[in-house]
């Protein structure tokens, strides 16, 4: 699929040409990671309307080519998982990086450059084509710098805003490393996308294959939140400004700082007012793409929900605001299906079994509920919420059946392991949002499916949690919004049922999210609104982000993962399966090497960290305060001192927690 008709090939290969060649040249730039403007970009450029589409979606691929981010981006969490987690998870094994990081203006500075440039000269009306495409142009070059800088936000708090081409002398760039407030920096998110709001249409050339008006609401919305979230459950201490310990009131240039609002609470208001607004004009106009409910098994199967994220172009859906196409010549192919058609070592979790609803709208374990319980895959989805029994995969279903000589199923034994990672699933509960049916797609390199990457729903969900949080209760528009998302799942849309049976102590035992600041939930209300976020996501690669917002780690103290209940009746399956041989597959007590799977003496489940003694989440996860942010890498800070070798006298200073010492580890 073409992304623009009117950009040539040649057109993008010179745009290529001229911004490579500014990344050759290196001066005492360095110290904001960038390249001079005179190569990124010559002066007789970005002059019309087709230049301006060809430079902007050059940026596209440093924000959203990866699937494995998207899709993927739940992994090395209580939703889905490898056989291995992160190093954020161990203490002592994150440590301070010598050069590198997330410290990084690389990406940031061509957008400054376009948005000042292209900006004077339209305004001096010296760019001819189209005024809409132009305008809409101009309106992704600060979408895309709005996510660029929600990607610092959420790595790394504070940070510079720049926002103009720099002088190339060592004066001005050691004086534009100064670090700003977060709230700050998300204040400046907010008005490049307010920008962007005014200026992008949701008809562009090229449709929803870029990004549309929508989609920079839906991106406002998602920034507020994250940063509302952030300052609320982290108030009063070093990761927020002005808070105990908060490292920015070191430097002369922080010190005193007031919110723009008046009050740190005020500052959580405002952000969640304008998470309202945003998402709010989404929802009060966009329908939910509807579920039938149907497992597909041919293609006389129809179910709209299940093919909105597996379908080649999902311009069709309503819902869809924003997704990338197949196509390898501009960098936008995946190969996602081809992956998770086997199971590509990762898998859905226990405890994210066991968090989904039943379609009674009750918790598996309250009275009544009729859960068919876990002692097979298969029964996990017995009058289950729709979003499990349509996303993950299991066994005896049917995995292709469009080109194809033969339809194929999944195995009846789950594969948890292989010495090729491709052909394992880690867990045995498949991965199934984004699974194309069709056998094409699984050859290496010509996968079609198209990744999603802003959608309506995220948008009721931002209004629920937003406005509750905002006000204390629901509104009319929430209750709305929480039903059409329930109804879509087919789960009974009524909601207080499923607060009024809700256990916290249980919830806790799966759920991360029931946990704020160490502290277990109080409000049934609140854990609700996250869990039917956490189910209606799954597998989109929003838990971390949200996990680490809600500040919902700190209670990590040796916690297992665990997958299917493979110790339990599933057994038998194998050993139907395999005869004698079963043992030969599923290896526990020997040595790292030859061992395949967790002990059933450690639990019926099986682990994937606790396969071999030596692995290094043998013992479970952990968490350390200093990992919600990013350590700074040390030569930041070496290269913004005046005499080179100075730290403290840089206008740089590290995330609390975190050592100015390279390879060290984060303090308690």
Not at 294 to 310: L, P
Not at 314 to 328: A, G, L, M, N, Q
Not at 345 to 365: C, D, V, W
Request: hydrophobic share 35%; with cysteine.
């Amino acid at each position: 699929m073409k992304v623009m008709k009117t950009i040539s090939r040649n057109l993008i290969t010179g745009i290529l040409i001229l911004l490579s060649m500014g990344e050759l040249v290196s001066s005492c730039n360095d110290y904001l990671d960038i390249e001079p403007p005179s190569l990124v970009s010559p002066e007789s450029y970005l002059v019309d309307g087709d230049q301006l589409g060809a430079y902007t979606i050059r940026y596209y691929s440093a924000n959203f080519t990866s699937i494995n981010n998207l899709y993927g981006g739940d992994n090395a969490t209580d939703n889905s998982t490898t056989r291995s987690s992160n190093n954020r998870y161990l203490k002592g094994e994150w440590k301070v990086p010598a050069s590198g990081g997330e410290w990084s203006f690389s990406d940031i500075y061509p957008l400054n450059y376009f948005i000042n440039d292209v900006e004077k000269k339209y305004a001096e009306g010296q760019i001819s084509g189209n005024d809409a495409a132009i305008r809409h142009y101009i309106g992704e070059g600060y979408f895309l710098r709005a996510y660029q800088y929600f990607y610092r936000l959420r790595k790394l708090g504070d940070f510079p805003i720049i926002k103009t081409v720099l002088p190339d002398n060592l004066d001005s760039l050691s004086e534009a490393s100064k670090r700003m407030p977060r709230n700050e920096v998300a204040r400046f998110i907010l008005n490049d996308l307010d920008h962007a709001v005014s200026l992008m249409s949701n008809n562009p050339d090229g449709g929803k294959a870029r990004l549309t008006k929508s989609a920079a609401l839906v991106l406002k919305a998602r920034v507020a939140l994250f940063e509302a979230s952030w300052e609320k459950y982290f108030a009063g201490t070093a990761f927020v400004p002005n808070g105990n310990g908060w490292p920015g009131a070191q430097k002369d240039y922080n010190k005193g700082y007031q919110f723009p609002s008046g009050s740190a609470k005020a500052e959580v208001n405002f952000f969640l007012d304008q998470a309202i607004d945003a998402s709010q004009q989404i929802a009060d106009n966009v329908k939910l793409t509807p579920n039938s409910g149907i497992i597909q098994e041919s293609e006389a199967d129809v179910n709209d929900y299940n093919d909105m994220f597996s379908v080649k172009d999902p311009s069709k859906f309503e819902e869809v605001f924003f997704y990338r196409p197949y196509d390898r010549d501009l960098g936008s192919y995946v190969d996602w299906f081809h992956h998770i058609y086997y199971g590509y070592a990762r898998g859905y979790t226990h405890q994210f079994e066991q968090s989904f609803l039943m379609k009674n709208g009750l918790p598996i374990y309250a009275a009544g509920s009729g859960y068919a319980g876990d002692d097979r895959i298969g029964d996990t989805k017995v009058n289950r919420d729709d979003r499990w029994r349509l996303f993950m995969k299991a066994p005896g279903e049917k995995k292709t059946y469009i080109n194809t000589p033969s339809p194929e199923y999944f195995s009846a034994t789950p594969n948890i392991y292989s010495d090729d990672v491709k052909y394992s699933s880690a867990t045995g509960y498949i991965i199934g949002k984004g699974f194309s049916h069709d056998l094409k797609n699984q050859d290496l390199g010509k996968d079609e499916t198209a990744p999603i990457y802003f959608r309506a729903a995220e948008a009721y969900l931002t209004y629920i949690e937003a406005y509750y949080m905002r006000h204390g209760q629901l509104d009319a528009k929430a209750a709305n919004y929480w039903k059409a998302l329930r109804r879509r799942a087919n789960v009974d849309e009524d909601f207080q049922k499923t607060i009024d049976a809700t256990d916290m102590n249980e919830e806790a035992k799966n759920d991360w999210g029931a946990y704020s600041a160490g502290k277990l939930l109080t409000d049934k209300t609140l854990y609700n609104i996250r869990r039917e976020r956490r189910c209606e996501l799954i597998g989109e690669g929003f838990r971390y982000d949200d996990l680490i917002r809600w500040r919902a780690l700190e209670q990590l103290n040796g916690f297992q993962i665990e997958g299917c209940k493979i110790w339990g009746p599933m057994i038998e399956d194998y050993k139907q399966a395999f005869g004698v041989d079963f043992s030969k597959l599923l290896v526990y007590g020997k040595s790292a090497k030859e061992n395949t799977i967790s002990s059933p003496s450690l639990s019926l489940y099986t682990r994937p960290y606790q396969v071999a003694e030596s692995g290094l989440y043998y013992n479970g996860l952990f968490w350390t305060m200093a990992h919600y942010l990013s350590p700074i890498a040390i030569n930041h800070f070496l290269i913004t001192a005046p005499d080179g070798a100075t730290i403290s006298d840089s206008p740089i200073y590290q995330n609390p927690g975190w050592p100015t010492e390279a390879n060290v580890s984060a303090e308690e």
